[in-house]
């Protein structure tokens, strides 16, 4: 459901805007769609503005929520994927350090590029000798 002050917004645009065409004599407006038509694009921009407006406050709520659930020690993120002693990431670790590179051990693992480097990163793993 559409917030309160979005919806009023959206009326008095409208308004505003229909209230606006009398000005520039304009006598009658078309829903058809085509190419240019301002009003269309009216109507459209102002229901992109109350979709964008609607996800904004349920991405503040859901913050809000998990801002207390992690106060009342309820949320603890996401469980990594792999521990540090994982016997694929220290397979991936040491293919590594052999000297291939990143989408070599991905390909050889099955653990995604992505992925490898960021516990790469993690646990702060280099190549021997550097």
């Given amino acids: 459901m559409a917030h309160a002050s979005s919806v009023s917004f959206l009326v008095v645009t409208f308004l505003e805007f229909v209230t606006f ?8 407006l078309s829903l058809t769609p085509t190419r240019g038509s301002t009003f269309l694009s009216f109507i459209f921009e102002l229901y992109k503005y ?15 929520g998990i801002a207390l659930a992690k106060q009342q020690g309820k949320y603890h993120g996401r469980k990594p994927q792999y521990a540090k002693d994982d016997p694929r990431l220290q397979h991936a670790f040491k293919l590594y350090q052999a000297g291939m590179s990143d989408v070599d051990v991905a390909r050889n693992t099955g653990i995604k590029r992505t992925t490898f480097i960021r516990y790469r990163k993690k646990f702060n793993i280099k190549r021997y000798g550097t």
């Fill in 21 to 28: 065409l009398p000005s520039r004599n304009v006598t009658s």
């Fill in 50 to 64: 109350q979709a964008e407006s609607e996800r904004k406050r349920i991405i503040e709520r859901q913050q809000q």
